[in-house]
Every structure is written in C-alpha cells, then in structure tokens.
C-alpha cells in the first residue's frame, strides 16, 4: 500500500527566503506525481505535475523534482513572498489512477 | 478557476441523515474522483468514476456511494451520516485516456454532522 510522507509538517521562513519541501513516497511504481496548494478551507490548486519518465519541472519561482528509485521528491520556492503561504501536498497516482496523498507541509512566510 | 464546480460549498446535516454532493466536472474530462479530508490531514480516497464506472474504491464503507453520469459530472451519497463524517470534500476530474493526467480540484463541500 503507498504510503505518501511530507517533511516538514509546518515551516515558518522570513520573506525572500529560498526553501525546500519534501515528499517521500514507499512504491515506486507511479505514473505520475503533483504538487499542490491549499489555502485554509478551500480547494487545491494545482502546481506541478511531473510523468515518471520526467526528472523535474518548472513553473516560475517553483521547481519540482522527481527521484523515482528513491521514493522522493522536492518542491523547491525561490524567493518566497507572503503570498505563499499556504498548505503545500504531493499527491502520487499509480497507472489506475489512484492518487495517493501527503499529509501536507503547512507554509507561513513572515513579511 | 479550474472549472471544476462542486455544490453546495458548505452544510449542515444531522446525525442520521443523508447527504448528496453534487461535482461538475471540467470540460472534456471522463474520470471524476472524489476525496474526504478532515481537518489538518490530506485527502482520502473515497471513490473514482470513469466513463459512468465506478473504477476503483478506497476505505470507506458501502453507506458512501456515488454517480458518474453521461455529461461526466457525478454525485456522491452518504447515508446514515456520522459526526466523524464531518470533513471537507473534495472532487476531482481528470482526462484518462489510457493513462492518467493531471487532476483538477473544486472548490469543495464543507459538510459539518451535528
């Protein structure tokens, strides 16, 4: 059964910081894996999607990558603003699309 | 906006009671998955619908229930609700054809059981 962990749970950086989150995950049989937001009580957005065969992706200051053998991922903020605070979850999906997700890594940047 | 519209965005029910939450999915996309997640967790999975199907289940037991209906929107049930019920839901569609792409979430339904 996957089993999806996300370190830290909660983290607190001043603005303008660069900072890594981390996701593991136990089967490396994914098909792919997606990073998104959550702002409290509301939705999730989505960030990044990264296919199995792809080693990372790009979109603005944030960066995803994927280590498939390792069982691990990184979202990485560049710069980060008030503006990204939020609740950050990985979410694996196995072939039959199951999705699988992270307990979330909950984001306070200080201004 | 993702296009994914789900309603209503919050209510309150009784113990006992039943439910039905409504997801319109977005444009184009075939396969809709819904998620229960409580406060301070990630999503759950619930259920997945594809093509009218229902395509794989997660934990829950039979009194959680669903449809996936010609236009691809979809409904979930839950009967003989519980105050562990309580949560926020959450429905998702995707395109599968053949394989998985990316999921785009509501806004959610914030179900409180009292």
């Known amino acids: 059964k996957q089993e999806v962990t996300q370190i830290p749970a909660a983290l607190s950086v001043p603005e303008g910081e660069n900072l890594v989150l981390n996701c593991s995950f136990t089967?490396?049989?994914?098909?792919?894996l997606q990073w998104f937001r959550q702002d409290p009580g509301k939705g999730l957005t989505s960030l990044l999607l990264?296919?199995?065969?792809?080693r990372e992706q790009t979109s603005g200051r944030l960066n995803a990558s994927l280590d498939k053998s390792s069982g691990r991922s990184t979202l990485y903020i560049a710069a980060s603003q008030p503006g990204d605070s939020a609740t950050y979850l990985c979410?694996?999906?196995?072939?039959?699309?199951?999705?699988?997700f992270g307990a979330g890594t909950r984001l306070t940047v200080k201004p | 906006e993702t296009g994914v519209t789900q309603s209503p965005t919050h209510l309150i029910k009784t113990r006992g009671q039943q439910v039905t939450l409504r997801c319109s999915s977005q444009?184009?996309?075939?396969?809709v998955s819904w998620y229960q997640q409580a406060l301070g967790q990630g999503p759950q999975f619930i259920f997945q619908?594809?093509?009218?199907?229902?395509?794989g289940r997660g934990n829950f037991p039979p009194r959680f229930s669903g449809l996936q209906f010609p236009n691809y929107s979809s409904e979930l049930n839950v009967n003989a609700l519980e105050l562990d019920d309580s949560a926020l839901y959450l429905c998702?569609?995707?395109?599968?054809?053949?394989?998985?792409?990316?999921?785009?979430f509501g806004q959610g339904t914030r179900l409180t059981v009292v």
């Open positions: 998702a569609s995707s395109l599968r054809e053949g394989a998985p792409l990316e999921a785009f």
């Open positions: 089967d490396s049989a994914i098909y792919n």
């Open positions: 990264i296919q199995s065969s792809q």
């Open positions: 979410a694996v999906v196995a072939r039959n699309n199951d999705m699988r």
């Open positions: 444009s184009g996309h075939n396969t």
């Open positions: 619908y594809y093509r009218e199907e229902e395509n």
